[in-house]
């Protein structure tokens, strides 16, 4: 597992031994960041939240690719251990070891991020449950990573592309236009 592009492309990630943590492929991350370069021209500046981080190699791509902050939220203790090893090898970043859910109805309320990227565990539908109560800003866009027989719907949210990659859907939304704060 290694960061695709960006000013760390190329840096190895490490994962915690065992079957806790289900690291993105390389392959299905590529696809997801070609994804939303496409719909968002640049990194540059963004605020990202990558919500069941795991080994945080969404966030660090994003972070590499030029995105200003990342907010990691993770609950598994060796995951935590392998995200601050990979945070101290490349650089600085926001680490919030909790439980998501109540992480998302305490602290994400007006975060205001313009990305947000989900990977839970495949069949929980954890993401769909969490993305509502985290601080999209207008026009922001997230991704809910799936096992790929999933289907992913949030209310106030459209679906604005999915794809299956081996194992692996990812599913891009926004916040519906009429959903959005005043």
Request: proline share 5%; net charge neutral.
């Amino acid at each position: 597992m290694r960061i695709i592009a960006g000013i760390w492309r190329g840096r190895p990630l490490i994962a915690p031994a065992g079957d806790a943590t289900r690291p993105t492929a390389d392959r299905t991350r590529e696809a997801l960041f070609s994804m939303l370069i496409s719909r968002l021209g640049s990194f540059e500046g963004l605020k990202v939240a990558d919500v069941c981080a795991g080994t945080g190699a969404l966030g660090l791509e994003a972070l590499s690719r030029g995105a200003a902050h990342c907010t990691f939220v993770e609950r598994e203790r060796t995951a935590v251990e392998a995200l601050r090893s990979n945070i101290a090898k490349l650089g600085e970043a926001a680490i919030l070891g909790s439980e998501v859910r109540a992480i998302a109805a305490e602290g994400f309320k007006g975060g205001q991020f313009d990305l947000v990227l989900i990977d839970p565990p495949y069949g929980s539908g954890l993401g769909q449950k969490v993305l509502p109560q985290i601080g999209l800003a207008p026009g922001g866009w997230a991704s809910i990573e799936t096992a790929k027989n999933e289907e992913v719907a949030v209310p106030g949210f459209t679906v604005e592309a999915e794809r299956v990659h081996g194992k692996a859907r990812i599913t891009l939304l926004r916040r519906d236009s009429s959903d959005q704060p005043a």
